[in-house]
């Protein structure tokens, strides 16, 4: 990469780029192994389709200053609400997948809210970069909280609590990157204290307190909302620091391990390519996560620095929650490995936040 006097650059940047690649190459091959005994050609080319167009929306984007897209915020906020919206009217699912937050159109199923993570970066970044100067005013932050909390009640009511505590994070860091005064975050824990146990018993279901209560003690129900951990634990140890090899593991092949090409992927990974799958994987992952921070650092205004930031606070509570419950650390969310995980809308977010991320490291203000 050929850095101009100005700091910008007409080239990729070179660590998220092989990251991205490297990161959808093993979950490519990870996903085929896993629908091996169902349709892998559907999945392998639902897959590879989402990639490919991907990348040529990282293209286009990365070809526009994102100060053009920081002029077009406050319909990006619409189009998250009314998304969000036409969810709780027409969208599909259920207990069998703890959310109702899919739009089938024709034979190609839409996760909104994956698309809206992006439109919320966006957005509030924008709304940081107007206050932030009197960030720490209670205006300001009541109005930052009310921009956040519209679009995660939404989200709640499908109801995804995953989708929406990732939300949160996100929203959190963007705002300790700001330079937020503690104390409103030590507020913000205190009133999660209090909010939890109402939560349980007014406004969580039972398959989501199952999931709780199965997290601390998978053996209460082995045969039931317990089989997924233990299921994935055993795939995870089984491997060892080899693995079985591609399209050999005995949990994933046999479904003994449910979910395998979404929610579990890394327990497929941890069987079949063992440990050295498993931290190739993170340490990918971890350089793209770093990449984020490093670009918002060096970024040339307070809008770049937050979308790059927001993108990786949005990563790391993907990878975290994804990886956690797979090796039980963690209950059960559904929550996607980014890049690996098998499913269109999660990777066209995915690859529409590094696009975003790219193009504020073009233009950053300094080399690095």
Request: charged letters at 10%; aromatic letters at 10%.
């Amino acid at each position: 990469m050929t850095p101009r006097k100005n700091g910008h650059s007409s080239w990729l940047d070179p660590w998220l780029t092989v990251c991205t690649c490297l990161a959808f190459a093993i979950g490519f091959v990870a996903i085929c192994s896993a629908t091996k005994a169902s349709s892998p050609m559907r999945y392998c080319l639902v897959q590879g389709s989402a990639f490919v167009v991907g990348c040529i929306l990282l293209f286009l984007i990365t070809r526009v200053d994102y100060d053009a897209i920081s002029q077009l915020a406050v319909y990006f906020y619409i189009c998250n609400v009314v998304l969000l919206i036409l969810v709780l009217l027409i969208g599909i699912g259920g207990t069998e997948v703890g959310t109702r937050g899919w739009i089938r159109i024709g034979p190609v199923g839409i996760q909104p809210s994956e698309i809206v993570k992006i439109g919320f970066i966006i957005t509030f970044a924008k709304h940081i970069e107007s206050v932030r100067e009197d960030i720490n005013r209670p205006k300001n932050v009541l109005l930052l909280l009310a921009h956040a909390g519209l679009l995660i009640g939404l989200i709640l009511l499908q109801p995804d609590t995953g989708t929406a505590m990732v939300f949160a994070f996100i929203m959190l860091g963007m705002l300790f990157t700001a330079g937020i005064s503690l104390k409103y975050l030590a507020a913000a824990a205190g009133v999660l204290a209090i909010a939890a146990p109402l939560a349980w018993f007014f406004f969580l279901q039972d398959f989501q307190k199952d999931r709780i209560l199965t997290f601390l003690n998978p053996e209460l129900d082995p045969l039931g909302s317990g089989y997924h951990v233990i299921q994935s634990k055993i795939a995870v140890g089984s491997g060892g620091v080899l693995g079985r090899g591609i399209g050999q593991g005995i949990q994933t092949q046999h479904g003994y391990l449910p979910e395998t090409q979404t929610d579990f992927i890394y327990a497929v990974i941890g069987e079949e390519m063992g440990l050295w799958g498993c931290i190739l994987v993170l340490v990918l992952l971890t350089i793209l996560i770093i990449r984020c921070f490093q670009i918002a650092a060096a970024s040339r205004d307070s809008f770049g620095e937050m979308i790059a930031a927001g993108v990786g606070f949005m990563f790391i509570a993907h990878v975290f929650e994804s990886i956690g419950m797979c090796i039980g650390l963690l209950p059960v969310t559904g929550i996607p490995l980014p890049f690996v995980s098998y499913g269109g809308s999660n990777l066209l977010a995915s690859m529409l936040a590094v696009a975003l991320v790219t193009s504020v490291g073009m233009r950053r203000k300094r080399n690095f």
